[in-house]
């Protein structure tokens, strides 16, 4: 699985529009770019998900340059409960393989 | 809703014992189930790779025979915790693949305390 880096933290006002940058160097042709939250004590839940270009959901956007090397997660005007732990990971086919965690981004909006 | 369950969600117990916990695929057969650890203000760390009807595969430093697991089901994996010491307090976290996605989902996780 590619390894990849992200800012260990990031501090925010409500209303503020946050990206996150990861940098995936050495992203593997098949590989996925997806990006999870997690609340303290609770499990991960899934975000967005994108191999190139850009997706966007109900929840957030995703940014992916051409060479595939970084991406950006985006999330529009955070509020108070956006205050998690973002973490960026870059696989394919996780029906056989653990996913690997990096350090994640520590998001803390303030009021 | 929650496709993956977790009971307890939180569990103290005294230094010695054993504890159980339960994962639950709730919509879906899954033949791989996959558990985590993580310590206060890390990251999550695989532990082991739950297999349906064989033996788990465990990572380089947890020990199998403190950490069982059995996935008797298609529906349950359950670890166990053995002997049970305080530097195993962790929050544990139970996955399994979503079929035809590219992606996992997560139960809610075990707080488990040692005393």
């Known amino acids: 699985l590619a390894k990849t880096t992200q800012p260990i933290s990031m501090d925010s006002y409500e209303g503020q529009e946050v990206n996150i940058t990861c940098s995936h160097n050495?992203?593997?042709?098949?590989?996925?770019i997806t990006w999870y939250q997690q609340f303290p004590s609770q499990g991960p839940r899934f975000i967005i998900q994108?191999?190139?270009t850009k997706v966007t959901n109900e929840v957030a956007s995703l940014f992916i340059p051409a060479d595939r090397k970084s991406s950006t997660l985006s999330l529009p005007r955070v509020s108070l409960s956006d205050t998690a732990v973002y973490y960026c990971?870059?696989?394919?086919?996780?029906?056989?393989?653990?996913?690997?965690f990096g350090s994640g981004t520590r998001l803390q909006v303030q009021p | 809703g929650a496709v993956v369950s977790q009971h307890p969600s939180r569990v103290i117990c005294k230094s010695g014992t054993s504890v159980k916990i339960e994962c639950r695929s709730l919509?879906?057969?899954?033949?791989?189930m996959f558990w985590y650890r993580q310590f206060p203000k890390q990251s999550l760390m695989l532990m082991a790779t739950?297999?349906?009807?064989?033996?788990?595969?465990?990572e380089q430093g947890v020990e199998k025979d403190k950490f069982l697991i059995n996935h008797a089901s298609l529906t349950l994996s359950t670890l166990t915790v053995t002997s049970a010491h305080p530097e195993d307090s962790s929050f544990y976290i139970c996955?399994?693949?979503?079929?035809?996605?590219?992606?996992?989902?997560f139960g809610p996780g075990t707080r488990l305390t040692v005393l």
């Open positions: 990971l870059v696989f394919m086919d996780t029906g056989r393989r653990a996913l690997t």
């Open positions: 050495n992203i593997a042709t098949n590989d996925y």
């Open positions: 994108g191999y190139k």
């Open positions: 919509d879906f057969q899954a033949t791989t």
């Open positions: 739950s297999n349906e009807g064989s033996k788990a595969t465990y």
């Open positions: 996955s399994r693949a979503r079929p035809t996605y590219n992606e996992q989902f």
